[in-house]
């Protein structure tokens, strides 16, 4: 069984920073593909980044340029900074991961809530 931890979540005001950190406890699993998604209240769950082993990242258009995505492929760890964030970003974030572009595991975590205010 896979467990995936997120933290690093909590409240800032509009503008702020917060680092999320999300680890997968099974290290036997290939895992290849890592992504951070998240769900406002009364919204369906999206894609925010997605980085592949080799280090390749995308970005959701709404987060480009003020979230990045990285990870520690040894720890089967993965990392979203997120810099000036905006109200609109508030959500519960979670970490998705997968065997390769859209072969993603049937695990989700707990996942982390970010609050933004004005």
């Known amino acids: 069984q896979v467990q995936l931890v997120e933290s690093g979540g909590g409240s800032v005001q509009a503008g702020g920073s917060l680092t999320l950190s999300c680890t997968a406890s099974e290290s036997s699993l290939t895992i290849n593909v890592m992504a951070w998604y998240r769900q406002a209240p009364g919204k369906q769950r999206e894609a925010v980044a997605t980085i592949i082993r080799g280090g390749t990242t995308s970005y959701a258009d709404s987060v480009k340029g003020r979230f990045t995505i990285s990870r520690d492929n040894v720890q089967n760890t993965m990392y979203l900074q997120m810099k000036s964030l905006k109200p609109e970003d508030t959500a519960i974030y979670y970490c998705?991961?997968?065997?390769?572009?859209?072969?993603?595991?049937?695990?989700w975590g707990q996942g982390t809530q970010v609050t933004v205010s004005s």
């Open positions: 998705r991961i997968g065997l390769g572009p859209n072969v993603w595991y049937n695990y």
